[in-house]
């Protein structure tokens, strides 16, 4: 609208050039008046014929509004023929992060033990172009629709997700479910005009008493795990020495069942011819008194 204003203006200033020229009376002046005039004129015309284009960028789409009436059709990327008194409002339809730039959303929320809990969150997401003539009607640009839209949405949803969550959940070590029920319930509030992508969770602190009992907890459950642990360790050392002992058993009940006179004898004999000359054995007998007899020499 400002260029279609400076472009009138320029062609006021051209008319009254080329009018005040020839009322001058000098040949001269009429001549130069009449170039100067027609200059800017020419000027103006350019300007206003400029501003009856418009280009709309990659990743981008326009909304076109004239005295309060805005256009329903949305302006797709590229060169666009429009009404020069019209004006464009572009908005980026690309992925975007709330808060921008990196930065973070600090938001206090309650579980379902009604504890306290403050949490540093980030959302990823893109604007609907086909709802941006709705949404400028309603919220303005797209700054206001951010504030008006993301932020409340990604409030309000945090909390409602955190508000089925108990205190252990919260911290435990799966933050990737959380965050999804988070932006389920941050794109249940923002409805179909933006479209959340993702939701980041960076940091979750609670009050000092919770986080002294969540610690204590850990430790206690670091200690039973210990102590089960050791508990099997000892339980697989029992058992080891149970199987040898077993396997000691096993093994003398077959020595002893395979001691029999016969085959004592036989040893016996069996040693005999082994032995070297003049070596003192012990003879059996049925009495039961033993006999030594030395081998060899005739002794």
């Known amino acids: 609208m400002g260029q279609i204003i400076l472009a ?26 009449k170039v100067a005039g027609y200059g800017f004129m020419f000027t103006g015309v350019a300007l206003a014929l400029g501003n009856a284009l418009t280009v709309i960028s990659v990743g981008e789409v326009g909304v076109k509004h004239f005295l309060g ?8 990327q590229g060169v666009h023929l429009i009404n020069p008194l019209a004006s464009i409002e572009k908005m980026s339809v690309r992925e975007q992060s709330y808060p921008p730039d990196g930065g973070i959303e600090r938001i206090e929320a309650q579980t379902s033990e009604q504890l306290n809990v403050s949490l540093e969150v980030a959302i990823l997401f893109q604007l609907d172009g086909g709802a941006a003539p709705e949404l400028y009607q309603r919220l303005g640009s797209e700054r206001s629709i951010k504030s008006s839209i993301v932020l409340n949405a990604m409030r309000n949803g945090v909390r409602d997700a955190v508000a089925t969550k108990s205190i252990n959940q919260i911290f435990s070590p799966d933050r990737r479910e959380i965050a999804n029920d988070m932006r389920v319930a941050i794109q249940d509030k923002a409805g179909d005009r933006i479209q959340v992508v993702d939701v980041f969770v960076r940091d979750i602190q609670a009050p000092p008493r919770v986080r002294e009992a969540i610690e204590a907890r850990i430790e206690r459950e670091q200690q039973v795990e210990q102590e089960r642990f050791q508990t099997e360790i000892i339980q697989e050392r029992a058992q080891q020495a149970v199987e040898e002992a077993r396997g000691i058993a096993e093994a003398q009940k077959i020595i002893s069942e395979g001691l029999t006179p016969e085959y004592l004898t036989f040893k016996y004999i069996e040693q005999l011819g082994t032995m070297p000359a003049g070596s003192v054995v012990y003879v059996p007998t049925e009495g039961g ?3 030594m007899r030395s081998l060899g020499g005739g002794n």
């Not at 062609?11 to 130069?32: C, D, E």
Request: a negative charge; proline letters at 11%.
């Open 8 to 33: 009138v203006f320029v062609i006021l200033i051209g008319a009254v050039i080329r009018a005040v020229g020839p009322a001058t009376g000098k040949p001269n002046a009429t001549g130069a008046s």
């Open 69 to 76: 009436s805005v256009d329903e059709t949305p302006l797709e």
């Open 289 to 291: 008194v033993p006999l």
